[in-house]
Nanobody, 121 residues
């Protein structure tokens, strides 16, 4: 299967920056998207940014212009977060989604364990 290992995160003051990295190991898929989702206390998990293996990126409106996602390799993704504010606080989860058809019983989505990002005001 696939394992996602996240690094980065931590505590930062408002206006500061953090960098999250995620590396996938195990099975490899040529067509996929990798990205980040976050979950704040009492809220549902929401998309932050994704990047496909073909180079297409997608951002939540709330992070456009502040966050940049990049694919280092087909199995690694980095999220540079600038101008952080307290609303960015939450647990950030790395995601890998397989594209195209999959077999019955196989997973389409893989998730990391999550890394805490806390932005103080």
């Amino acid at each position: 299967q696939v394992q996602l290992v996240e690094s980065g995160g931590g505590l930062v003051q408002a206006g500061g920056s953090l960098r999250l990295s995620c590396a996938a190991s195990g099975r490899s898929f040529s067509r996929n998207t990798m990205g980040w989702y976050r979950q704040a206390p009492g809220k549902e998990r929401e998309l932050v940014a994704t990047a496909s293996s073909s180079g297409t990126t997608n951002y939540a409106d709330s992070v456009k212009g502040r966050f940049t996602i990049s694919r280092d390799t087909n199995n690694a993704v980095t999220l540079q977060m600038n101008s952080l504010n307290p609303d960015d606080t939450g647990v950030y989860y790395c995601n890998l989604r397989r594209l195209g058809p999959i077999r019955i019983g196989e997973l389409r989505d893989y998730w990391g364990q999550g890394t805490q990002v806390t932005v103080s005001s």
